[in-house]
């Protein structure tokens, strides 16, 4: 029984190495990625949830290894916020949003809304603010165009800073929307206090709707509340068509989803938009 107890700490010993030079690699290789413009921004159309008519997108960044090929965000924004490399990573993506919505400005394409994710760690900064001024003034961006996504952590871990970052951030007049709502075990007592836009469903509801009837009843509670506080509400991971039609008899305003449209890059989508204003 010792034998195999000092086995399996060895084997735990070496899954942490696995685990601490994989995240190291990670490092290494993102780092060099930001400063080679290694990484991309692209699009998830958003649609109407009554006629499936694009009415927003989401930017999502995107990194193609040079061997591994694309790495999902998933895996490497962690490691951006815990090395503080998401400053810049986040500052470039705000930058090609920005620089983007301008260009759909002039070309009368503007698919509605274009929503930024914010991490927990971009939002601490106090300088945050500051930079989004500075972008918008050089950019000449409509604010209005521009949502910015944060989760219910980010929001939640400093109440205070928190409602004053979220007010700078809304004089400056872009939109604040809740992401990944309901996964988190907060309060929702913050729903009222902060000056939100919207509420995104998280995907995990969506996914188990017709698994879980009660599913259902949860979703038209968040989209009832939602509406209540005049917020819109946004259902996000809709990935077939009965659960779009039961959001869109729900009155869920907004969908995003595979069903619909995966994320894509920037020329794609912006040969989507001037075919739609053609069509
Ligand atoms: P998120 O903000 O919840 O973004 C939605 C994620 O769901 C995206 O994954 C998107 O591709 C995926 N998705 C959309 N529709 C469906 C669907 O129908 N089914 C399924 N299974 N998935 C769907 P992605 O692009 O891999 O991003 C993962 C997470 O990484 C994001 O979750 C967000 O938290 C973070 N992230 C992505 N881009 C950025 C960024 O530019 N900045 C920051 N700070 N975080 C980002
Ligand atoms: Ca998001
Ligand atoms: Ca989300
Ligand atoms: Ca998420």
Redesign the pocket.
Known sequence: AKEQGRNRIVTYNQHMNKEARMRLWLEIELQKALQNNGLEVWYQPKVNAKDYTINGA?ALVRWKHPVEGYISPGRFIPVAERSGMIELLGRNVMREVFQTVRRWQNMKVLPGRV?I?LSPQQFRNPNLTSHMKKLQAATQTDPSLITF?LTESAVMNDGEHAIQMLNAIKELGFSLSI??FGTGYSSLSYLAKFPLDEI?IDRAFICDMETFPKQVTLIENIINLGRSLNMSVVAEGVESGKQASVLANLKCDTIQGFHFYKPMPREEFEALLINNRKA
Do not use: H, R, T
Request: net charge negative; aromatic share 0%; charged share 70%.
């Open positions: 989401e929503a994710n996504e992401d990944d995104k």
